[in-house]
């Protein structure tokens, strides 16, 4: 069946870098656009990053912006998230989510979450 | 950005309707979709596209839009319908957004 996998969450110091890991099976990995959406304690969904389904166009909000780096390997069928700089408000469960082909289109599928928590 | 307000909470009794609004400029233009969220799980799409449900949603999940407010129905609402939902939307800027989320309490 149709299965995002996260990890490489944890807990680190702010200043430092993590790179989260989103596993995806059951469906056509290189033909779809994928997002990672992060979820602050007691907050609602935030989008974070978004990369076409060819790894060239990539958009990110505007705190994350310059520190963070979403890429993906369709030979693997694996999307990455580098996180650099981080800082305190960036703790939050962070999620791999399957798009469509158009931005119109619904997040469809989620994985469980990694957690992610930014404290010296 | 492109901002999208919905109710705090909603409270019905089991077999009532439950109706949560999520209000938006234009948003008449844009496709809105809706999901559902349990404590400690991730969020499940429920409706999209305005008012189409994915597989295995039940019938009682209906969405509509009227003027700039778009609203998810819940018929005959059961206690396991308790659970944040959030609407959201493709912005303005490139970016995706949600609502501020609704707490159902059944």
């Known amino acids: 069946q149709v299965q995002l996998v996260e990890s490489g969450g944890g807990v680190v110091q702010p200043g430092r870098s993590l790179r989260l890991s989103c596993a995806a099976s059951?469906?056509?990995?290189?033909?779809?656009?994928m997002y990672w959406v992060r979820q602050a304690p007691g907050k609602g969904p935030e989008w974070v990053a978004v990369?076409?389904?060819?790894?060239?166009?990539?958009y990110y909000t505007d705190s994350v912006k310059g520190r963070f780096t979403i890429s993906r390997d369709n030979s693997n069928n694996t999307l990455y998230l580098q996180m650099n700089s981080l800082r305190n408000e960036d703790t939050a469960v962070y999620y791999c989510?399957?798009?469509?082909?158009?931005?119109?289109?619904?997040?469809?599928?989620w994985g469980q979450g990694t957690v992610v928590s930014v404290s010296s | 950005s492109y901002v999208l307000t919905q109710p705090p909470s909603v409270s019905v009794a089991p077999g009532q309707t439950a109706r949560i609004s999520c209000g938006g400029n234009?948003?008449?233009?844009?496709?809105v979709h809706w999901y559902q969220q349990k404590p400690g799980q991730a969020p499940v799409l429920v409706v999209y596209?305005?008012?189409d449900r994915p597989s295995g949603i039940p019938e009682r999940f209906s969405g509509s839009k009227s003027g700039n407010t778009a609203t998810l129905t819940i018929n005959r609402v059961e206690v396991g319908d308790e659970a944040d939902y959030y609407c959201?939307?493709?912005?303005?800027?490139?970016?995706?957004?949600f609502g501020g989320g609704t707490k159902l309490t059944v």
């Open positions: 990369i076409s389904s060819d790894g060239v166009t990539k």
């Open positions: 989510v399957r798009g469509g082909s158009r931005p119109i289109d619904p997040f469809d599928i």
């Open positions: 059951g469906f056509t990995f290189s033909n779809i656009v």
């Open positions: 234009n948003i008449g233009s844009k496709r």
């Open positions: 596209d305005d008012g």
């Open positions: 959201q939307v493709w912005g303005i800027n490139s970016d995706w957004v």
